[in-house]
C-alpha cells in the first residue's frame, strides 16, 4: 500500500496538468446549470437541459478518464531524459479526442446504468427505512423548506422536534450506507471500462467480479479514499469563511481529485492487468536509466 500510495504521488504531481480540463470542466458545467436554472421552463426544455448535460458528461470523461489511463502508462515507460517524460506529459492533450472517440457512448451507458442502479437502491432503502426507522411526518412548509435556499433548510431542521431530527439522523446515515456499498462495489468500473470493455454492462460485471477477487485491498483503498474525502469536507466547512482558505482547499480538492482516479487506475493496473508484478517503483526507474 505504501509503494501504491509513493507512486501514485509521483505521476499525480508528474502530470498534475491533468487538473486544468477538470476545473475548466467544472467551471463549464456550473455556469450551464446556473443558466438552466433560469431558462428551462417548461418539460422539453428541462428535458433538452438533461440530456445536454448527460452528453457533456459522457464527452469530458471519457476523454478525461483515458488521459488519465495514459498518464499511468507513461509513468511505467523508462525515460532517458527526465525532459521527454515531461513532454510526453504536455502532449496528453493530443489523446483527449481519441478517449471520446473510444469511449463517449460507453460513458453514456454507464451514466444511464449507474441511474438505474441509484433510483432501485434509493427504492429499497426508502422502503427499508419505513420499515427500520419510521416516518418523519414533515408537513408541507417543512417540504418546502428542504428544496429551498441554504436559509430554508436552517429553517427546516430548526423546526424539527427532538425525535423527527433522531429519526432525520437515522434516515441519512441508511442513505450514506447505501451509496457507500454502490461506490464500493463499482470502485473498478471505470478502469474496466478504459482498459479495453466497452459494454458498460459487462465491464460493471468484471468490475464487481474483481472486487470480490480482493475484497479486504479493495476495501482498504475504498476506505483511504473515504476518509481523505471526509478530512477535505471537514477542512473545507471552516475555509468557506476566508477567500484565502477557500481559495487554497479548492486546489488541494482538484488535486485530491486527480490523485484518487490515479490511485483507482492504478490500483486496478497493478492487482489486476499485471497480478503478477509489483508496483514499479519509478524513481528506482529513472535511476536505472541515468545508470
Not at 509503494?3 to 458545467?29: C, G, Q
Not at 479514499?225 to 466547512?237: E, P
Amino acid at each position: 500500500m505504501k509503494k501504491l500510495l509513493r507512486e501514485t504521488i509521483k505521476i499525480t504531481n508528474d502530470n498534475i496538468i491533468l487538473a486544468i480540463p477538470l476545473v475548466i470542466f467544472m467551471w463549464i458545467i456550473g455556469a450551464y446549470l446556473s443558466y438552466s436554472k433560469l431558462s428551462a421552463d417548461s418539460p422539453g426544455e428541462l428535458l433538452l437541459a438533461i440530456v445536454t448535460i448527460l452528453f457533456m458528461l459522457g464527452a469530458f470523461l471519457s476523454g478525461w478518464f483515458y488521459l488519465v489511463k495514459e498518464a499511468v502508462r507513461i509513468s511505467s515507460e523508462i525515460f532517458v531524459i527526465e525532459k521527454d517524460r515531461t513532454k510526453a506529459a504536455l502532449e496528453l492533450y493530443k489523446e483527449f479526442p481519441v478517449g471520446i472517440g473510444k469511449y463517449f457512448l460507453t460513458f453514456i451507458g454507464i451514466a444511464v446504468i449507474l441511474f438505474l442502479i441509484f433510483t432501485l437502491t434509493g427504492v429499497v432503502i426508502f422502503k427499508a427505512g419505513l420499515l427500520t426507522i419510521g416516518n418523519i411526518d414533515l408537513s408541507p412548509l417543512q417540504i418546502k423548506q428542504i428544496l429551498g435556499t441554504p436559509e430554508d433548510m436552517k429553517l427546516f431542521v430548526d423546526s424539527l422536534t427532538e425525535t423527527q431530527l433522531i429519526k432525520l439522523a437515522k434516515w441519512n446515515l441508511l442513505f450514506m450506507a447505501g451509496s457507500a456499498v454502490i461506490s464500493y462495489l463499482t470502485i473498478l468500473w471505470v478502469p474496466e471500462v478504459v482498459n479495453g470493455n466497452k459494454n458498460p454492462a459487462l465491464a460493471l460485471v468484471n468490475s464487481v467480479k474483481k472486487v470480490f477477487k480482493k475484497p479486504l485491498k479493495t476495501l482498504g483503498v475504498f476506505l483511504f479514499i473515504g476518509v481523505l474525502n471526509f478530512l477535505l469536507s471537514f477542512l473545507s466547512t471552516f475555509a468557506i469563511y476566508n477567500p484565502l482558505a477557500y481559495l487554497i482547499m479548492m486546489v488541494v480538492y482538484f488535486y485530491f481529485l486527480v490523485f484518487i482516479v490515479v490511485l483507482i487506475f492504478l490500483y486496478y493496473e497493478s492487482e489486476f492487468l499485471n497480478p503478477s508484478q509489483e508496483v514499479k517503483s519509478i524513481t528506482d526507474e529513472q535511476t536505472q536509466a541515468e545508470e
